[in-house]
Nanobody, 122 residues
Framework: VQLQASGGGLVQAGGSLRLACTAS??????MGWFRQAPGKEREFVAV????????YYADAVKGRFTISRDNAKNTVNLQMNNLRAEDTALYYC??????????????????WGQGTLVTVSS
């Protein structure tokens, strides 16, 4: 199983970026994004469920980020708008099959992409 992420880059505060991730080898119940800023722990950003397309977001990104997935193509995207300096981090896509109560926990994800860097300048 492989997850390939892309779409990171440098953007000014208030700008937008779109991250994409393609999974090969199998489909996951949950596909999500996590991020890790320098000197900080990896944190949950957003996740989308395969069944019903239910989405969940961290409070820090709610209203600014939108996660979506295409089950036929086994891809997940993260549209990030109104970016802030504090969104600067390495962003990882992840695939897993955890129950709903555990979908924000990084340890519950089996497969991870290589990470794509998002830098927001203020």
């Amino acid at each position: 199983v492989q997850l390939q992420a892309s779409g990171g880059g440098l953007v000014q505060a208030g700008g937008s970026l779109r991250l994409a991730c393609t999974a090969s080898g199998r489909s996951f119940m949950n596909m999500g994004w996590f991020r890790q800023a320098p000197g900080k722990e990896r944190e949950f950003v957003a996740v989308v469920r395969r069944s019903g397309g239910y989405t969940y977001y961290a409070d820090a990104v709610k209203g600014r980020f939108t996660i979506s997935r295409d089950n036929a193509k086994n891809t997940v995207n993260l549209q990030m708008n109104n970016l802030r300096a504090e969104d600067t981090a390495l962003y990882y896509c992840a695939g897993g099959d955890a129950i709903l109560s555990a979908i924000r926990e990084a340890s519950m994800y089996r497969s991870w992409g290589q990470g794509t860097l998002v830098t927001v300048s203020s």
